[in-house]
């Protein structure tokens, strides 16, 4: 290993120099963590522990509509990481293993729509909602995502890694495609589908273009949304709006930090692959 | 391969004449194929109504004159979009601004994130941690991050009056300042995607034999010779790609510069500082309801993207 050779005081050094970056990095949701719990009264100056509060976290539950929100939120990205858990690891699966008539062009177009953002195509998406009247809808953030070319990808090669022979015998022994794929491809998938599921919950809880164009409502707001409504609403009051932000933030980060080795790896992999 | 196995090995089990019956039509290869088609038909009606259908009618959309209000009415009005495009100052103006977004944004999150990336490679103990949170950033909202940033980059605010006492700038609200909102958006930027591109740069680096250090080590190389001529070169293909997709990724901002730009409600402000591409697509489409003329910007932006995965596509060394 590289680090046993090393002088101490160069190794005390990269420390140091990662611990800085590293409280850079978490630091300004710490300051969202602590600003959250002043009363109004005693921002900015910093104050001792006793003097912490819930008050923000009251105020902004009686003036606004956040457990809506929350709620819109949870189920949304429900509905969008069941349905791409379907959808994609079926796709993923037939990329992999299956040989077919349109197979090659089927994965070049997959390819192809990876490299396209939804920025480019919002225009028409949102042509599309509002002449299915899905306007202000649950269905209108649910059903576009829950097929996404990336996780296609990602559950295809999370399939070609499988050894091929477990489903040969399967099939050997008389088992049709349908019943290989759920009985055996799909339950040596379960780390790749977890870490799909974990994306796309991820993705959508953060997502903020697609709701903030698609939902003017309120009551179908997701929380992205209000809390960036109640910027202009809580103006002065800082320590309510960071009551927000630890409201639509720590939930994510708390199942990024515990789930970490399922997800940071996925981005290595696909991205040299690009 | 498991396909060609085929008819030949499988009368043992399709006996009779039944199984001869399903030999001849529903063959194991055609019995394979209906499989897939029905395995994939979900993904591929999802992707044709949201994805193909939309891009294909943002260029349709490019042509032509509709308004948001009257989408039903649509006229071809030729290259007249791509015309007033060509003579717009504000069109201009909006990739101006994402250029120079853009340039500060590459250099920085690339160098940055490949320097962390190495020292971070370089200590044995406390590796996950410290990935753990560097990638945080990443996984938070935009809105979040962004609602806090400009909570410390408000006059008087924390990383305001540090600016200010370090770097002697006006301890100013950065977000409203014509000349401080652009570099404001870039350390929002930045902030997000360092931690991403270090992870794809430490997997390049566990990639490099190690052999290489070994070698560089016993020619005398200390920690910075080996940094500059082994990691550096080793990791050509991982900084192209870095560089590209981080290029891509950052032409396509949004988010951030809607929400420092009183909500949503000023689009660009202060002042067009943060009107990048994408903003002026979403103003020309939803905020002055003219959608053919904000396709038209859109498809300059998806050739954009275009060019950049070729360019990708052909630096890079054939990977699977």
Do not use: C
């Not at chain 1, 009247?133 to 576009?144: A, C, E, F, R, T």
């Not at chain 1, 799909?196 to 997701?222: C, E, H, K, R």
């Not at chain 2, 030999?23 to 009606?45: C, E, G, H, M, T």
């Not at chain 2, 190690?210 to 990691?231: N, P």
């Amino acid at each position: 290993m590289t680090s046993s050779r090393q002088r101490p005081g160069l190794k005390a050094l990269k420390y140091l120099f990662l611990t800085v970056v590293g409280v850079a990095a978490i630091g300004p949701l710490l300051y969202a963590l602590y600003t959250s719990l002043e009363s109004p009264a005693d921002y900015p100056r910093l104050v001792s522990p006793t003097h912490l509060t819930l008050w923000n976290y009251r105020y902004v539950l009686d003036n606004a509509p956040i457990l809506r929100w929350y709620g819109n939120t949870l189920f949304v990205t429900a509905g969008v990481v069941i349905g791409a858990v379907v959808v994609n690891t079926m796709a993923g699966y037939v990329l992999a293993r299956i040989r077919f008539p349109g197979r090659t062009i089927s994965f070049v177009v997959v390819l192809a729509i990876l490299m396209v953002p939804l920025q480019a195509i919002l225009i028409p998406l949102y042509l599309l909602v509002a002449q299915l009247g899905w306007l202000n809808s649950y269905q209108s953030l649910i059903v576009p995502f829950m097929v996404n070319p990336f996780l296609i990808f990602l559950m295809r090669q999370s399939f070609s890694t499988l050894p091929v022979e477990l489903e040969d015998a399967a099939a050997i022994d008389g088992a049709g495609r349908f019943r290989t794929f759920f009985t055996i491809a799909v339950p040596l998938t379960m780390s790749g589908i977890a870490t799909q599921a974990l994306l796309a919950g991820t993705w959508t809880w953060n997502s903020f273009m697609i709701p903030v164009t698609f939902s003017t409502d309120p009551n179908y707001y997701m929380l992205t949304v209000g809390l960036n409504s109640l910027q202009s609403q809580f103006y002065t009051l800082t320590t309510v709006q960071m009551a927000g932000v630890v409201f639509l933030a720590v939930p994510v980060v708390l199942m990024f930090v515990v789930f970490q080795r399922l997800i940071v790896p996925s981005f290595a992999t696909a991205g040299i692959r690009g | 391969m498991f396909d060609q196995v085929g008819d030949a090995s499988l009368p043992a089990h399709g006996l009779g004449r039944a199984g001869r019956a399903r030999n001849s039509f529903w063959s194991k290869q055609r019995r394979d194929w209906a499989a897939a088609y029905v395995l994939i038909a979900p993904a591929a009606a999802l992707l044709g109504y949201w994805f193909i259908y939309p891009i294909v009618e943002t260029f349709v959309l490019s042509f032509q004159q509709v308004n948001l209000f009257h989408f039903s009415e649509r006229n071809y009005v030729a290259l007249q979009n791509f015309n007033q495009l060509w003579h717009d100052p504000a069109f201009h103006h909006s990739l101006y601004i994402t250029l120079i977004f853009v340039i500060f944004v590459v250099p920085a999150q690339t160098l940055f994130a490949i320097f962390l990336a190495a020292v971070l490679h370089s200590v044995g103990v406390g590796k996950t941690l410290f990935r753990t949170a560097f990638f945080v950033p990443y996984m938070t909202s935009t809105v979040a991050v962004t609602t806090v940033f400009m909570k410390l980059f408000v006059s008087g605010g924390p990383l305001s009056d540090l600016a200010a006492s370090v770097l002697r700038l006006p301890n100013t609200t950065w977000f409203a300042e014509p000349s401080y909102a652009l570099p404001f958006l870039v350390i929002v930027y930045v902030y997000m995607y360092i931690g991403l591109y270090v992870v794809v740069f430490v997997s390049g680096i566990e990639d490099i034999p190690s052999d290489l250090f070994e070698a560089a080590r016993v020619d005398g190389a200390g920690a910075v010779q080996q940094f500059r001529f082994v990691t550096v070169p080793s990791l050509r293909p991982f900084v192209i790609f870095v560089v590209v997709a981080g290029l891509i990724q950052a032409v396509q901002i949004f988010d951030q510069a809607y929400v420092i730009a009183s909500s949503g409600t000023i689009l660009g402000s202060p002042a067009g500082a943060t009107a990048t591409l994408v903003i002026f697509i979403y103003e020309q489409a939803f905020r002055l309801n003219d959608l053919g003329y904000g396709s038209a910007a859109a498809v300059v932006l998806l050739a954009i993207v275009f060019l950049g995965t070729l360019v990708t596509r052909r630096l890079l060394p054939e990977r699977t």
